[in-house]
């Protein structure tokens, strides 16, 4: 077994949670003993080599990632940490650069005073059968559109790229 990493992160419609599991099982490929598991079950870090944090970005902000790293930084900074958001603005058919960077910001900054050995913007999904009423309206006045805009073949490469990153060991935070 080559090391034991937790992949926690925060959902409010379930798109986030499939990623998270998706790059849990490509990492239990790879020979470590990984688990995806939400924000608020991840009350210690104890015993992990590595951690990947995953949070869909509202209103341009990575849900409840700040207050985890805040509350974890002790145990963050002696592990290797990998990172990713989930959003509408990869989805668009020709992103803006500065909007991808305003978001890759976002989830960097949330990540603060942590140095993430990975980072990455991911297309996230909108089912608005699953939203609120006030959900469903904001994405409507914003044209945002509505679908599954994850690229599993993408997810599964980046989750490949972090293989040598936790195989190194010590947390570089």
Do not use: C
Request: hydrophobic share 50%; charged share 20%.
């Amino acid at each position: 077994m080559a090391g034991r990493i937790l992949v926690a992160y925060a959902t409010k419609h379930g798109s986030t949670a499939g990623v998270a599991e998706a790059v849990a099982r490509e990492l239990e490929e790879a020979g470590f003993e990984a688990g995806a598991a939400p924000l608020p079950a991840a009350d210690s870090l104890e015993g992990y080599d590595g951690v990947v944090l995953g949070a869909p970005l509202y209103m341009g902000t990575p849900l409840d990632l700040a207050a985890f790293v805040a509350r974890h930084r002790a145990a963050l900074v002696r592990v290797p940490v990998a990172a990713f958001a989930m959003g509408l603005t990869p989805a668009a058919p020709e992103p803006k650069p500065e909007q991808v960077e305003q978001a890759r910001k976002a989830l960097i900054d949330a990540l603060s005073p942590i140095r993430p050995v990975a980072a990455i913007l991911l297309a996230g999904a909108i089912d608005r059968a699953k939203m609120s009423l006030a959900e469903r309206a904001v994405t409507r006045l914003l044209r945002a559109p509505s679908g599954d805009f994850r690229d599993w073949n993408a997810i599964g490469a980046w989750a490949r790229t972090l293989v040598p990153l936790f195989r190194g060991g010590a947390g570089t935070n």
